[in-house]
């Protein structure tokens, strides 16, 4: 045994494998490295001062828009509503947020669909180049807003269609359909391919396992989707602001657009009234992708 | 209520991985066949093919006589129990029972009473309205069962059902499921890698391996007449002997053992009967041939034997090849397995051989480290091809 290892084991003659596996070298554990309590100090900090960063610009901001003076102030001199009053009442603002809120719906309910169909394709039929169709619906996510927003511009011009809110609605239903596609996508790929089976075994062809079984048990991750889309395309201006062409004016064009001209706490009063319904919506987002079905 | 036929069936699958090549199986009508294997011996994928959701390369499948290799699963009359059971977890009882029969066109009023009916038959009454997450293990197996058994399917497919529960449940379940499927009397197919589950479970078993059928036959067969060593050592423990035929007299044959013992078994009606390419016919056994003795553990019988003999013959044993000199060992461990006791002893060529008794049927007066024979009855030794 000239060349036996630097741990020989112990074995027994005539048969090594019976028995021999008794007692092996005991190997040294390696004590478990605690984190040093510095980092966990940092990270708590960091945790802060990140928090402090979103709130407090949101507390200026909703502290301005109380402020009753004609300029944006802070701190505000005074409390005063007028300034939300304007809001609610002028046909500009109102227009800009029924505008806003027709697209969101609109774009949130096309991307979903576009996201839904090439989901469920792309996940339970083997498509030619489908890997690259995945990536295609994925690609507005990782092209700049801006040259989406020209492309859109050129086509709707080319074809003669310019300067309607129905341009937005498609613009934004594409350019937010990323996200509903990676959350169904998600969702389908969570869903138990034997359940499908299932509902096949007892009969149901497969457009009714689709309606009856598939559907159902995603619709959380849709419902998600929807909400998604309807935030994005809420907020989104630059696609927004080069397809609508001056004609066609959401939400957050009217807030940039009024502070070229002023700087009256009203932006601040609809900025305000913006954030509180994204809140909501992300509220009732989490409420609901808990429990769709209990 | 109808008969399965698998016809010459090969799948293979992307990347050339042939999980079924070439079986063939008629279940009878009204049987209880297990396909019993490893993982990846293609038991699955059997059962799959037989339900519709996979399409072999080559060869048909039958039911009832029908041709159905190219028919869909949901025209196939079928009724399967999943591994991971499958059941809606958006739906209540009630509705996962009625699904199938809703899907058959039964109308409401039939269907809830069939539903109830089926229910109440796995004892399942006044769970109609709770979800699957609600229920136990065993609550949601019998669930899987009535939705599958609901639409009165001619054929019943289960794929490892009882996998996720625990023994004591699982054996309830296993009486539940011999009971429920002798009541309807339906033709069933069941899938398990656990010999013990397909061993009082079944009418037949087909013990599968790489894609063959090893063996077919009633458990009994299976385990007294196994037609290859991988089913002798599939299917309940064994001992087994390497050595080569000295000597055969019609079925008795005389093996010398590769540590140089000498034993006598006999060729069981299972040798050579075997599906698989490596069962060669039990006529070519003879002398000088390399084969392999199998002796169930119950089977080996245990006798004292003289410490003090010389190590190389053992006083009674004859390694010459005398005949029935036995097989000097040592014991090594005794185990108290429930109503057994095991005995691992060693020969000295260091060749692990386990025997079992009775608790109770005899007292053995050896202890750990003591010296004793091992012998066997031929009749109870099979001779196998290795």
């Known amino acids: 045994m000239a060349n036996a290892g630097p741990r020989p084991a112990p074995s027994r003659p005539g048969n090594g494998e019976d028995m021999g596996a008794g007692i092996g070298p005991v190997l040294e554990r390696p004590s478990r490295r605690r984190w040093p309590d510095p980092s966990l100090a940092l990270v708590g900090t960091t945790f802060w001062v990140v928090l402090a960063f979103i709130v407090v610009p949101l507390g200026v901001l909703a502290a301005v828009s109380v402020h009753p003076g004609r300029f944006m102030t802070f701190p505000p001199q005074g409390f005063s509503l007028r300034w939300y009053q304007t809001l609610l009442t002028s046909s500009q603002w109102?227009?800009?947020?029924?505008?806003?809120?027709?697209?969101?719906?609109?774009?949130?309910?096309?991307?979903?669909?576009?996201?839904?169909?090439?989901?469920?394709?792309?996940?339970?039929?083997?498509?030619?180049?489908?890997?690259?169709?995945?990536?295609l619906g994925m690609m507005p996510l990782f092209l700049p807003p801006v040259i989406m927003g020209v492309a859109f511009v050129a086509f709707f011009y080319e074809i003669g269609f310019s300067g309607r809110i129905e341009n937005?609605?498609?613009?934004?239903?594409?350019?937010?359909?990323?996200?509903?596609?990676?959350?169904?996508?998600?969702?389908?790929?969570?869903?138990?391919?034997?359940?499908?089976?299932?509902?096949?075994?007892?009969?149901?062809?497969?457009?009714?396992?689709?309606?009856?079984?598939?559907?159902?048990?995603?619709?959380?991750?849709?419902?998600?989707?929807?909400?998604?889309?309807?935030?994005?395309?809420?907020?989104?201006?630059?696609?927004?602001?080069?397809?609508?062409?001056?004609?066609?004016?959401?939400?957050?064009?009217?807030?940039?657009?009024?502070?070229?001209?002023?700087?009256?706490?009203?932006?601040?009063?609809?900025?305000?009234?913006?954030?509180?319904?994204?809140?909501?919506?992300?509220?009732?987002?989490?409420?609901?992708?808990?429990?769709?079905?209990? | 209520m109808s008969q399965v036929d698998l016809v010459e069936v090969t799948k293979t699958f992307p990347g050339g991985v042939k999980a079924v090549d070439g079986v063939s199986l008629t279940v009878r009508q009204g049987e209880f066949l297990t396909l019993l294997g490893p993982s990846g011996c293609g038991k699955t994928t059997s059962l799959r093919m037989i339900a519709g959701f996979e399409q072999p390369d080559a060869g048909r499948v039958l039911i009832g006589g029908r041709d159905v290799t190219r028919v869909p699963p949901y025209e196939r009359d079928t009724g399967m129990v999943f591994q991971s059971l499958a059941l809606f977890p958006h739906m209540s009882v009630l509705d996962n029972v009625l699904y199938g029969l809703r899907m058959r066109g039964v109308s409401r009023t039939e269907a809830e009473r069939r539903a109830r009916e089926m229910l109440a038959l796995v004892q399942l009454s006044g769970y109609e309205h709770r979800r699957p997450h609600q229920l136990s293990g065993g609550q949601r197996q019998r669930v899987a069962f009535a939705r599958a058994l609901a639409v009165n399917p001619s054929i019943f497919l289960l794929d490892e059902p009882f996998a996720a529960l625990d023994a004591k449940i699982r054996d309830e379940l296993q009486v539940e499921l011999r009971r429920l499927q002798q009541r309807v009397g339906i033709t069933t197919v069941f899938v398990t890698h656990n010999q013990r589950e397909a061993m009082t479970l079944s009418d037949r078993i087909a013990v599968m391996r790489d894609g063959r059928i090893e063996q077919i036959g009633s458990p009994q067969e299976i385990y007294e007449d196994p037609a290859t060593v991988f089913v002798a050592g599939f299917v309940g423990m064994t001992n087994l002997f390497r050595g080569h035929v000295v000597e055969r007299a019609g079925r008795r044959v005389r093996v010398k053992t590769e540590e140089g013992f000498v034993v006598e078994a006999e060729l069981g009606a299972g040798t050579g009967n075997g599906a698989s390419k490596d069962s060669a016919a039990a006529g070519d056994v003879a002398p000088g041939k390399p084969v392999t003795v199998s002796v169930r553990p119950e089977s080996v019988r245990?006798?004292?034997?003289?410490?003090?003999?010389?190590?190389?013959?053992?006083?009674?044993?004859?390694?010459?090849?005398?005949?029935?000199?036995?097989?000097?060992?040592?014991?090594?461990?005794?185990?108290?397995?429930?109503?057994?006791?095991?005995?691992?002893?060693?020969?000295?060529?260091?060749?692990?051989?386990?025997?079992?008794?009775?608790?109770?049927?005899r007292t053995l007066s050896m202890g750990q480290g003591g010296a004793a024979i091992v012998r066997f009855d031929p009749k109870e030794a099979r001779v196998l091809w290795r």
Do not use: C
């Open chain 2, 302 to 361: 245990l006798e004292p034997r003289d410490q003090d003999a010389r190590g190389g013959s053992p006083a009674g044993v004859d390694p010459s090849g005398g005949g029935q000199g036995g097989i000097p060992v040592t014991v090594d461990l005794i185990r108290f397995v429930g109503e057994l006791i095991e005995y691992h002893l060693y020969t000295p060529g260091g060749q692990e051989i386990i025997g079992t008794y009775q608790r109770g049927q």
């Open chain 1, 94 to 135: 109102l227009e800009a947020i029924r505008n806003s809120l027709v697209v969101a719906l609109g774009s949130a309910v096309l991307a979903t669909s576009i996201a839904l169909v090439l989901a469920l394709v792309l996940d339970r039929y083997p498509v030619r180049f489908g890997e690259y169709m995945r990536r």
């Open chain 1, 168 to 294: 937005l609605i498609i613009a934004h239903g594409i350019f937010n359909a990323p996200f509903p596609l990676l959350l169904i996508s998600s969702g389908l790929s969570k869903v138990n391919r034997e359940l499908e089976e299932s509902a096949m075994n007892l009969g149901a062809r497969p457009a009714t396992v689709l309606r009856t079984v598939t559907l159902p048990l995603i619709r959380a991750d849709v419902f998600a989707g929807v909400l998604f889309a309807f935030l994005l395309s809420l907020n989104e201006y630059i696609v927004a602001f080069l397809v609508s062409g001056f004609t066609v004016v959401t939400l957050p064009i009217e807030i940039f657009s009024s502070l070229r001209y002023s700087f009256s706490p009203v932006i601040a009063a609809a900025s305000v009234l913006f954030i509180a319904g994204t809140g909501f919506l992300v509220w009732l987002a989490d409420r609901l992708a808990g429990g769709l079905w209990d």
